[in-house]
């Protein structure tokens, strides 16, 4: 049974769409906000699942039993359409990681969230900004999978009604601030470069290679998500941008990185880890200047083939073999705020595994861990002083064909008790300079907690 698709003429676009619908439960964005960007193509809202999953790690049997269900029958998705149309959309937070493995969790979870949210949306607004297209797809599906054209036609006309409610309110300007006031964060300038010292006591010790190592900042936040998000969007646009609604917990994210990819059509898996940092300069000599020593640092290279490898084997696990390789390595990508170094890594996902056998064959992604990866998150534990919630875990859509698509939750700000957390961290390796790995999370940090200021 196919969907019901209704073609936009003159859709808002994505960040406006969100404010029509700010007082529907759940809403969820996933904003592609970095123009020509090959990962900036599409950009899907809806909001009002008909059914929603929150779980912790100890319930995933269950959960990834729930997920699957009305995916047991998956229909094949229309091509001339963006990909997602109607499933799963939400958020797989970091310590979903102890599902898989025996990592254990860490025991300061100041935020109460779950490690897992997950909705089931009957209907999506997909635009592709390639072709400044947009359609609504509604497929009248019911908690179980169930298609109805009678709901489907419904449940259209009452977002088509709501679209044409009144424009959203136009965009504050942007504040200049964009340094971190580092007095809200978890450690001192002193207290992370030790912890930078111990991880590089580990790698010499031939412990581990490397570990991603994170630091939290905190500031006071008690106005409008919305508009926190918007000025996120501004200070920092991402192609894998999200916007997340769940009870008190809101998740805005201006993720430049892609976690996993899975078409289901063609069983091709995609995932491209980004590790070396570089923050961009207003000049333009500088910048370019940067952007080379980046391209030339050892550190940084040696950093981003590690990773390469780890998840060249974690993706062997549920691949074809013979097909997991990397077609490119090192390549440089410059965003508003930051040159990084990304490679890509592709194969082909064996017949008798889905989604789902991805993700727990990946999660967490080891450009946030480290490598080895099981002992590297030992070490995390041990030395980050809280959890890290949805930070460095992953966010986006598993669609009713089986097909998936997620980011890396960085650049991410969790929302809760009138608190505003955001984490950001880097990869230690032999070479890290502990100065210099505390300066990275700064530059990270900066531009989602100018994003803060700037919308209080």
């Not at 412990?207 to 508009?227: C, E, H, K, M, V």
């Not at 980046?294 to 550190?299: D, F, R, V």
């Not at 490119?328 to 508003?336: G, M, R, T, W, Y």
Request: hydrophobic letters at 45%; a negative charge; one cysteine or more.
């Amino acid at each position: 049974m196919a969907p019901l698709v209704v073609r936009l003429g003159a859709a808002p676009a994505p960040i406006d769409a969100l404010f029509r619908f700010a007082g529907w439960p759940e809403p969820r964005l996933l904003h592609s906000a970095a123009g020509q960007h090959p990962l900036s193509r599409y950009s899907f809202f809806s909001a009002d699942p008909v059914s929603t999953i929150a779980a912790n790690a100890a319930e995933w049997p269950q959960t990834r039993d729930r997920i699957r269900g009305p995916l047991a029958n998956p229909s094949p998705a229309i091509d001339a359409l963006p990909p997602f149309q109607g499933g799963w959309l939400g958020w797989f937070g970091y310590e979903l990681g102890s599902a898989f493995d025996d990592v254990g969790r860490h025991p300061d979870q100041p935020l109460p969230i779950h490690d897992l949210v997950l909705g089931l949306h009957d209907w999506v607004i997909a635009w592709d900004h390639l072709r400044d297209e947009a359609w609504l797809i509604s497929t009248g599906i019911d908690a179980n999978g169930h298609r109805d054209d009678e709901r489907a036609a419904q449940r259209a006309d009452i977002v088509l009604r709501q679209l044409q409610s009144p424009a959203a309110e136009s965009a504050e300007p942007m504040g200049d601030s964009k340094s971190v006031e580092t007095d809200h964060a978890d450690f001192s300038a002193t207290g992370y470069q030790q912890a930078v010292a111990q991880v590089i006591e580990h790698v010499l010790a031939g412990d581990i290679f490397q570990a991603n190592l994170a630091q939290r900042f905190t500031l006071q936040y008690s106005g409008d998500p919305l508009r926190l998000y918007r000025q996120l969007a501004m200070h920092a646009p991402a192609p894998m941008g999200a916007y997340m609604q769940h009870g008190t917990i809101t998740v805005a994210s201006a993720s430049p990185e892609r976690f996993l990819q899975f078409d289901a059509a063609t069983r091709r898996v995609e995932t491209r880890p980004i590790k070396g940092t570089r923050p961009r300069d207003r000049d333009p000599n500088r910048d370019v200047a940067a952007s080379a020593a980046l391209l030339a640092s050892e550190k940084d290279r040696a950093e981003n083939v590690m990773i390469v490898d780890l998840l060249r084997n974690d993706l062997s696990r549920v691949c074809v073999p013979g097909t997991v390789r990397a077609p490119e390595i090192c390549a440089l990508e410059s965003h508003a705020t930051v040159h990084h170094l990304v490679s890509t890594v592709v194969g082909q996902l064996r017949p008798e595994c889905d989604a789902i056998d991805l993700i727990a064959a990946t999660f967490p992604g080891g450009s946030i861990t480290g490598a080895p990866k099981l002992r590297a998150m030992e070490i995390i534990r041990e030395l980050e002083p809280v959890a890290r919630g949805v930070y460095s875990g992953a966010i986006g859509w598993i669609g009713l064909d089986g097909s998936m698509d997620t980011s890396i939750a960085i650049r991410t700000i969790t929302l809760a008790n009138d608190l505003a957390s955001v984490h950001a961290g880097g990869g230690i390796t032999a070479l890290s300079v502990p100065v210099e790995e505390y300066q990275e999370t700064l530059d990270k940090a900066a531009a989602p907690i100018a994003a803060i200021r700037a919308a209080r």
